[in-house]
C-alpha cells in the first residue's frame, strides 16, 4: 500500500496549521530576546530602564527570574537559557522582553543598553584547541596499525579538508506558544523535532516536575536538525514568562533573529593522510578532525562522534585512526544538521581520495570502486557490515552507461576551451540509529473507536518528511482497513511519555514499530473475539481489506460490525506500543560494538558545466542508485532524496556562513546567504530504487531515507573540482567547501606552487 502524503490537500490550500496559525487567546502576550552585541565578555551592567519605560511593554526577564534552574544543555550543562556575567557568542540571550505586541517586544530590545569588558574572541577551532579549549574530551576510533601500515604503504598523500557551517532555513522559524493552567501546570505549543527535551528543560527551568509541562506539536515548517535541541529555548522562554505573568505568551523568530541567534550545521577543519598500495587498495587511513562547536556544547559531541562513525564513508580501510576534537569557539552552539557530522566526515575521505588520485594519475572513480566495503568487513568502530555498496556501485555503472558520459565529457573538454565539464562518483554509506543507544525506543498509542475508526498517536514529529503518513500506513497496513479510517494526532508528552527527538532518520523505524505492536495487539484480541462469535478456531480468523474471513473465506462480518461487537463484549480496543532497537550496543570506553540497526548505502554520479571565464557552473545531471530496502511509501521516498540531494548540493557549492572576527554573523539574511532555487537544481535528477531486501529493522523493509541522500551533494563538489582541474591541472584548489563561484574562479586561474 502507498498513499498520497496525507498533508498533500491542507498544505496546498494553506490550511496546514504551524505555530503562528494556532488562534491566540485574549490577552496574549509576545516575547522578544535581547541577545548580546558582543562575542565573548564579562557583563558589566545592563541597562532596562528606558525599555522598561515603553508604553506596551509589560516586564523584562533576566536570569534573576529564572525560578528553577538557569540551564538547557542538552548533553553537557554549559548553556544557560539567559547570561549571568560571561556573554560567549554574539546574539546569546540576555533579557527578555514581553509587550503587548511583538512589533513593541522588538522595539524595546533595541533600547536595552549593554557595557561589556571584552575578552578575547575565538572563531577558529584549531586555535580552540591549541589553548585547550574543548567542549568534551576528544574522542578515537582505531582499526589496525595505521602507523605501522603507514611504512608499507606504496603511495601516502597528506592534506587538509575544510568544510563550512550549513543554516537550517527552515520555512518556519523558532517559536513557541505558551498557556498557563490550572493547578501550577503548563502547556506550551512548540515547532520542536524533541517535545520531550522542552519539557525537560521546561520543568527544570521553572522548578516543577514534568507532569506538569505539556507540550504540543503538530508540525513543523522543517526542523532539518534545527529543532532537535535547539528549540527549547524559546519554547522555554515564553514558559518562564508564561508562568510569572499568568498570561499567555507567545514567540514567532523574526528570520534575522533566528539566524543571528541559532546554531548552524557544525564547521570543520581536518587533516588527512591516506596510504595505497600498488594496488589502489587503500591500507591506512588517519584523520584528525577539528569541530567548530561554538559557544557550547549542545549537540556537538554526539555530530563529532558520528564523524568518526563516518569517517571512511562507505569504504573498508583495514588500518584507521580517527581522531576528534570538538573544539569550543565564541560562536552560537552549533548543533544537529541533516547527516549530523557524517557528511563532514565523509568529505575528509572523499578529499583524500582526490589527492590521491590526482597525484597518481588516476581517476577517483578507480581507488574508490576498489574499497567500497563488502558484507562480512569490520569498521573502525567494530560493527560487521552487511554491504549494499557494490549492489548500488555497479547498478549506477551500467543503468546510466557511465562509459558513455565519460567519453562525452573527455570528447567535450578536448573540442571546448572556455567551458569544461567534470563528472564524480559519490558512493554512501550511513548507519540507521542513534548513537546514544538508550534513544533508540519509541511508543505509540492506538485507540480503536466503536465505530471502527482510528486515532494514533506517536512520539514521531512531522516535519515535512510525511512520517506521519508512514505512521498512518502502518496502522492501516496491519489492521488492513482504509488509510481514511485513521487519524493521526499532534505529538503531545502528556499522550506519549519520554520521546526521542525525531532525528537520526529513524523516527519512522522506531515510532512505526511501536504502532505495529500496539496494532497487533490490538488486532489479536478482535481476532480472538470474532473467533468467538464465529464459532471457529482463532487461527482461521484473517481481517482483510476490512473483511473478517474464516479459513479465507469471507464470513459476513465487517471490520465495523467486529469492532462494535466486540466493544459491546467489553473488549479492550485500545493499546500502548513500546519499541526498543533489538541487538544493538556500543561502549565508548573501547570506542567499539555494534551500534547500527542497519546501513543504506547508494551510489551517485554527477556531471557539470563550468564557465571557465566567469567561475559560473551548472550542474548538469546527478543520477544515483538509492538502497531503499522496500519502500513502503516511493513518492514521500522520492521527495526525500530529491530534497537531501539538493540541500546537499547547497551546502557543497553556494551557501557560505560568513562570521567577521568580531564574532558577528554578516551572511544574516536570505541577501547575503545563497540557497538552491529551482535554477540551481541539476537540470536532470535520476534515482533508482534498488530494492534490497537483506534482513534489516527499518519498519516493514523500508529503509530509512531522511538524511543520507545530503551526502550526495559532496559529489557536486568534486564533479566542479575536476572540471577546474581540466581547464588547469596544475590549479591549486585545494579542499574547502563551499566551492562557490568566486571559489571556482580563482581554482581556474591559480597556479601550484612548484614543491
Ligand atoms: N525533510 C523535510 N521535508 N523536513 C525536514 O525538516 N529533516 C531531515 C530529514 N528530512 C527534514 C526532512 C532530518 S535532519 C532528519 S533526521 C529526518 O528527516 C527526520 O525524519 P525521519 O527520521 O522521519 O526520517
Ligand atoms: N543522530 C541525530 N540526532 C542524535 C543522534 C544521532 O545519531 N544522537 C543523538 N542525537
Ligand atoms: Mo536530523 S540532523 O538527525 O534532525
Known sequence: ?????????????????????????????????????????????????????????????????????????????????????IVDFNGMPVALVVAESQEIAHAAVKKIRIDIEQHEIITDPRVAQSKGQLLVPPRKFKIGDSDTAFKQCRFVFEGIAETNGQEHLYIETQGAYAVPAENNAIKVYSSTQGPTAVQKHMAAVLGIPMHRVEIDTTRLGGGFGGKEDQATAWAVFCALAAWHLKKPVKYSLHRMEDMRMTGKRNPYSSDFKIGLDEHLKIIAYEATFYQNGGAAADLSPAVLERTLFHCTNSYYIPNVTATAYSCKTNLPPNTAFRGFGGPQGMFVIEAAIAKAAEALGVTASEIQQKNLVKTGDEFPYGQKMVSEAAECWDKAISLYDVQELKNDIAVFNASNSLYKKGISFMPICFGISFTKILMNQARALVHVYMDGSVNLSTGAVEMGQGVNTKMLQVAATVFSISPDKVKLSSTNTYRIA?????AASATADLNGKAVQIACEQILERLKASAAEQLNCNVSAIEIKEEAVLVNGRPSGLSWNELVLSSY???????????????????????????????????????????????GTYEIDAVKLVHDFGTTMNPLIDRGQIEGGLVQGIGWMTMEEIVFDAEGRLRSNALSTYKVPDIYSVPKELDIHFLETSNDNLAIFRSKAVGEPPLMYGIGTYFALRNAVKAFNPSSDIGFSAPMTPEKVLMGLYSKKENK
Open 498 to 502: 519520554n520521546t526521542s527527538p525525531s
Open 568 to 614: 459491546l463484549k467489553r473488549v479492550n480496543l485500545s493499546e500502548h506500543g513500546h519499541y526498543a532497537t533489538p541487538g544493538i550496543h556500543f561502549d565508548n570506553t573501547i570506542e567499539k560494538g555494534h551500534p547500527f540497526a542497519y546501513h543504506v548505502y547508494g551510489s551517485a554520479v554527477t556531471t557539470v558545466t563550468v564557465d571557465c571565464i566567469r
Open 1 to 85: 500500500m502507498s498513499i498520497r502524503n496525507i498533508d498533500s490537500f491542507t498544505h496546498t490550500r494553506g490550511e496546514s496549521i504551524y505555530l503562528d496559525d494556532i488562534p491566540v487567546i485574549a490577552g496574549t502576550l509576545y516575547a522578544a530576546v535581547f541577545g548580546s552585541p558582543v562575542a565573548h565578555g564579562r557583563i558589566l551592567k545592563l541597562d532596562l530602564a528606558e525599555a522598561s519605560a515603553m508604553e506596551g511593554v509589560v516586564r523584562i526577564f533576566t536570569y534573576k527570574d529564572v525560578p528553577g534552574k538557569n540551564q538547557i544543555g542538552g548533553i553537557v550543562p554549559d548553556e544557560p537559557l539567559l547570561a549571568e556575567d
